[in-house]
């Protein structure tokens, strides 16, 4: 008897438990919020979900304006015969029972009604701190759309909101907020390039873009559980003839205990997609369309229904032609079981989409077992960015939490927030035209303004100063002067931190504790109005997590005072000479050119118009307390006119940073940015100006010096030494070559922004691996005491940029280029008090 409990412990411990697809318990989602918007009566949809009607859900809307349309037409669910039209901005409220990942489904079907045609809407849409779409807009499109996310939940309220743009409205016909089970996402994947160990897959949201049942039929909410649909494979497979479908009766699955019947139905792992002929055929591939700025999340699901015994197939998975899984052994996996469920994440990083995704299965190029490669499922998931969006660069703009007291109100934003800024700053420009005459005759007022950064209320009041000023609605808190006053110790001079042609910055404190920049102009000013009246225009539509935030304003007794986000660590260009401050690590260089480019990138496509920032520079990129770049200074930005390419004007900008089609031409466009930010890039890898006189003719401008040394493939001879030994020679050249590209002498040569920030992303991954193998090697050393060789970009010394270095080989001519200082026409914040105004 002793014996055979032996025994049974022994085939019960070292077999894994499985679990038939036939036994399978459902699952009841705590929150299940379903609503049929704009329908009188509740649907009778296929799957059986109760949809609730239109009167039902008015308790979650919150609108001053919507209109119910209907349509009489032949649509595959009757979710879709209603809608709700939002001519104004409308948000629905859900009180959560519990927090983690809900789905939040969207359908969308563009009818036309009497009154509103569908199609023509443009609107956005957020949830909470997520941004979900942008300027969206059905088009011609006359099947009904679903916009799938997956978000993860933390706060007891889900807010969707609806914002249309100007001129236009919102509709939605039915939504979906359905928990989800904690078992559908963990925090662990798999990076593909490099390979390696992913984690933080929970701190990202997600929307499904691809949902795929490869061999097999279209799989709809009612035979999945989670109230999925999964479409066949056919239209992506590049070669049909190089694949075969086989199927297998779900009765046959076996999930194991590490894989949740949930994670996919067996209906999924019952079907798959093989090669077409075993022994002869190529790889079986299979092609998607992917917006190529994001982060994808894949995963893909296998299930061996084709073998005839175990240890019989082997192959390879290939992600753009990388191998993302080698000599995959699905019966090992399974315990030496057939028809057993697995399934692997995989993080693809956005530099690897050049052209596109593609996926693609194939067998081992060695004589171990059958000729073979197979694939069941495969879902594809935009991942979220730093901006908790996934709608390109645009940050929900309430999702964050506001530092506002309860005492306080909230800035209005979208429509009300432009009326608003557009009341406010009238009043504000009348006081100043009722100013001496000789006053208005100044040329023009310098940058003032910055972008107003609606939705990041996290250094306004939390104390009870709030009770002192009110809110002024589109350009934050109104500031009594003596509030200004008390903050800069009566505009005393030992808190001036800025020194400019507008006037002073001073350092102040406000609410508390809460230090701010507070710009007070000067009546005597050589700058005034024009300058001025332009960034008025940028208040109503600029908001960013990385440009310079507006707190509020003063505007009493004739003063025009404007109160900012402290940024204590000051410009960029400080870091990296000329102060003796602690030099930056590549990383950190790495950081604050992406912030900076997510800036310009915004600034470029974040409106119907693009605005041209025009004076990019490393003074011009400021870092708060914990190094986040935030671009500052639009004194001198364009607005690009709709339906042309540039904006032709006098030539304004920075020695050294001024791109020379521009300079010839006169027509600037959005890649002059793009060559000047190429020139911040060097400036960050060289750590020297832009333009330095002292040295020999061939080395005084920045751009051209760099690129000579670049061509001849020896740049690492002048980066700062502070680099050296601590950056990785791939990631140097990649952030080399995407400098090259921006200093193009041609602008239709030069990349958009986004590419540029897709490059040096792909920089940073390639340091943060780098570093990575570097500690693993420094703990093995001392783990075992002996010492490793250190690694470093090259032998020979990097020369210092500070002085000359002579290049006989060099044939090229000096820059055309005035000598001049170096100098900055922002003096706002800490560290300030050297640099001159414009």
Request: glycine letters at 6%.
């Amino acid at each position: 008897m002793t014996i055979l409990l032996v025994l049974f412990l022994y085939v019960f411990v070292s077999c894994p438990v499985s679990v038939s697809a036939s036994n399978v318990a459902s699952f009841t989602p705590e929150d299940n919020i379903l609503i049929d918007c704009g329908a009188n009566s509740r649907p009778q949809v296929p799957d059986g979900r109760a949809f609730k009607t239109d009167q039902e859900a008015s308790e979650y809307l919150k609108t001053k304006n919507d209109v119910q349309v209907s349509v009489s037409a032949i649509v595959p669910s009757p979710i879709y015969l209603n809608a709700k039209v939002f001519p104004e901005e409308a948000t629905y409220s859900f009180t959560l029972k519990r927090p983690g990942y809900h789905w939040v489904r969207l359908h969308f079907f563009a009818m036309k009604d009497k009154q509103y045609d569908l199609q023509q809407a443009t609107f956005s849409v957020s949830v909470n701190r997520y941004a979900l779409l942008h300027n969206f807009k059905i088009n011609n499109n006359s099947k009904p759309v679903l916009k799938e996310y997956l978000l993860n939940m933390n706060d007891p309220t889900l807010t969707l909101k609806f914002e249309p743009m100007k001129n236009s409205f919102a509709f939605i016909n039915a939504i979906e907020v359905v928990s989800v089970p904690d078992s559908l996402i963990t925090d662990e994947g798999t990076s593909l390039f490099p390979v390696n160990k992913f984690s933080g897959l929970t701190k990202h949201g997600y929307q499904v873009i691809y949902r795929i049942n490869m061999g097999g039929p279209l799989i709809t909410s009612t035979n999945d559980t989670l109230g999925r649909t999964w479409i066949p494979d056919a239209d992506y497979l590049e070669e049909k003839n190089s694949a075969k479908e086989v199927s297998t009766s779900v009765s046959f699955i076996r999930y194991p205990m590490t894989v949740t019947p949930l994670i996919a139905p067996a209906t999924v792992y019952s079907t798959l997609t093989e090669m077409g002929d075993a022994g002869k055929a190529s790889n079986v591939s299979w092609k998607f369309n992917v917006d190529r700025a994001f982060d994808y999340l894949l995963r893909m699901h296998f299930c061996d229904i084709v073998s005839k015994s175990v240890n019989e197939l082997y192959f390879n998975v290939y992600i753009n032609g990388r191998m993302a899984i080698s000599k995959l052994d699905l019966s090992t996996l399974g315990g030496s079981r057939l028809a057993v469920p697995y399934y692997k994440d995989i993080v693809v990083n956005s530099s690897l989409f050049s052209d596109g995704l593609k996926v693609q299965v194939g067998p081992l190029n060695e004589d171990t077992g059958k000729r073979n490669a197979i694939l069941n499922g495969l879902e594809v998931m935009k991942m979220s960015n730093s901006a908790d969006s996934l709608a390109g660069e645009f940050a929900a703009e309430d999702g964050r939490e506001s530092g506002l007291s309860h005492k306080g109100v909230m800035a209005v934003v979208g429509f009300a927030m432009a009326f608003g800024a557009s009341l406010g700053l009238g009043a504000m420009m009348y006081k100043w035209k009722k100013r001496p005459q000789d006053w208005q005759k100044r040329n023009s007022f310098s940058s003032w303004l910055l972008p107003l950064h609606v939705g990041d209320h996290s250094v306004l009041s939390k104390g009870s100063g709030s009770q002192k000023t009110n809110l002024c609605t589109g350009l934050g808190r109104h500031f009594t002067l003596a509030d200004l006053q008390e903050a800069t110790k009566n505009f005393d001079s030992s808190v001036i931190i800025g020194v400019g042609g507008f006037g002073n910055v001073y350092l102040g404190t406000i609410d508390e504790g809460t230090q701010v920049a507070v710009k007070r102009a000067n009546p005597q000013s050589e700058q005034g109005i024009a300058e001025f009246n332009t960034e008025i225009q940028m208040l109503s539509k600029l908001r960013h997590r990385h440009l310079v935030s507006l707190i509020g304003y003063c505007d009493e007794n004739d003063e025009m005072i404007l109160v900012y986000e402290y940024m204590s660590n000051g410009p960029f260009r400080d870091h990296l000479y000329g102060k003796n401050l602690p030099p930056l690590s590549w990383k950190q260089r790495l950081q604050i050119c992406i912030g900076a480019a997510r800036g310009l990138h915004y600034l470029h496509t974040g409106t119907t118009q693009g605005i041209i920032h025009r004076d990019v520079k490393t003074t011009n990129i400021l870092l708060d307390d914990a190094f986040v770049a935030k671009v500052a200074d639009f004194g001198l930005s364009k607005d690009t006119p709709m339906g042309q390419t540039h904006v032709s004007t006098a030539v304004k900008g920075s020695f050294g940073y001024l791109d020379p089609e521009y300079f010839r031409t006169q027509q600037l466009t959005e890649k002059s940015d793009v060559y000047s930010f190429g020139v911040v890039l060097l400036e960050s890898l060289c750590a020297r100006p832009a333009i330095n006189p002292q040295l020999p003719r061939e080395q005084v401008n920045l751009a051209d010096w760099a690129m000579q040394w670049k061509r001849k493939d020896l740049l690492e001879k002048v980066i700062d030494p502070h680099l050296v030994g601590s950056i990785n020679p791939e990631s140097m050249k990649k952030f080399a070559e995407a400098a090259e590209k921006c200093l193009a002498e041609s602008g239709v040569d030069r990349p958009p922004m986004g590419d540029v920030l897709w490059h040096l992303e792909y920089a940073l991954q390639l340091q943060e691996a780098f570093e990575g193998k570097l500690e693993d090697e420094t703990k093995s050393s001392d783990a075992s005491g002996a010492s490793q060789p250190s690694i470093v970009v090259a032998s020979a010394t990097p020369i210092n940029n500070n002085h000359p270095v002579s290049n006989p080989d060099d044939s090229r001519g000096p820059a055309e280029v005035q000598a001049i200082g170096d100098h900055s026409e922002t003096a706002m914040f800490a560290q300030f008090q050297s640099l001159n105004g414009r």
